[in-house]
T-cell receptor, first 111, second 111 residues
Framework: KNEVEQSPQNLTAQEGEFITINCSYS?????LHWLQQHPGGGIVSLFM???GKKKHGRLIATINIQEKHSSLHITASHPRDSAVYIC?????????????FGTGTRLTIIP | KAGVTQTPRYLIKTRGQQVTLSCSPI?????VSWYQQTPGQGLQFLFE???????NKGNFPGRFSGRQFSNSRSEMNVSTLELGDSALYLC??????????FGPGTRLTVT
């Protein structure tokens, strides 16, 4: 079982819909990141969370440390939101701190 | 401010050869991390450098190595290339923990 699981793997929605992408992890973490990767390969760091909730424009990220779960929400989705969204957890492993990534959620927003 | 730059952008090498990839971080950023992305394994953390010292390391064989120079520029070297090393290699720089800025990547093809 992967340490970081994302769902769904693929998501297609109509423009304007409210989008939720989920991330569950099985290890103790110090922080969780949400990343966005566009078709050309470029990656943008969206959020880093260690507790609670963060909002940036139409994007909202939440984390529940007790349940080892995080969600990324997109309100009023737009075709330009089409991308792969990747969750990554930061944890300490034998004194070594590293990021472990989920496999990503491919989001397609149809006009 | 210029973003993270990586050179070369594309590279084709033969099995058994070695390769060096370069990453120039955003001016003032002292932390540089390297990642490998493949269709099968997704994104994986290679290593992180801070002020010329390797601070964290992922689970990659010793054929993968890196270094950071006094101007924060970083290089990654892969020796004795294998077909499975074909991947997109990404570097990211950060000024403070948590917020990483990714470069466009170097796409390495090993034949």
């Amino acid at each position: 079982k992967n340490e970081v699981e994302q769902s769904p793997q693929n998501l297609t929605a109509q423009e304007g819909e409210f989008i939720t992408i989920n991330c569950s992890y099985s290890v103790g973490i110090s922080a969780l990141h949400w990343l966005q990767q566009h078709p050309g390969g470029g990656i943008v760091s969206l959020f880093m969370l260690s507790s609670g909730k963060k909002k940036h424009g139409r994007l909202i990220a939440t984390i529940n440390i007790q349940e080892k779960h995080s969600s990324l929400h997109i309100t009023a989705s737009h075709p330009r939101d089409s991308a792969v969204y990747i969750c990554a957890v930061k944890r300490r492993d034998f004194g070594n701190e590293k990021l472990t990534f989920g496999t990503g959620t491919r989001l397609t927003i149809i006009p | 401010k210029a973003g993270v730059t990586q050179t070369p952008r594309y590279l084709i090498k033969t099995r058994g050869q070695q390769v060096t990839l370069s990453c120039s971080p955003i001016s003032g950023h002292r932390s540089v991390s390297w990642y490998q992305q493949t269709p099968g394994q997704g994104l994986q953390f290679l290593f992180e450098y801070f002020s010329e010292t390797q601070r964290n390391k992922g689970n990659f064989p010793g054929r993968f190595s890196g270094r950071q120079f006094s101007n924060s520029r970083s290089e990654m070297n892969v020796s004795t290339l294998e077909l499975g090393d074909s991947a997109l290699y990404l570097c990211a720089s950060s000024l403070k923990p948590g917020v990483q800025y990714f470069g466009p990547g170097t796409r390495l093809t090993v034949t």
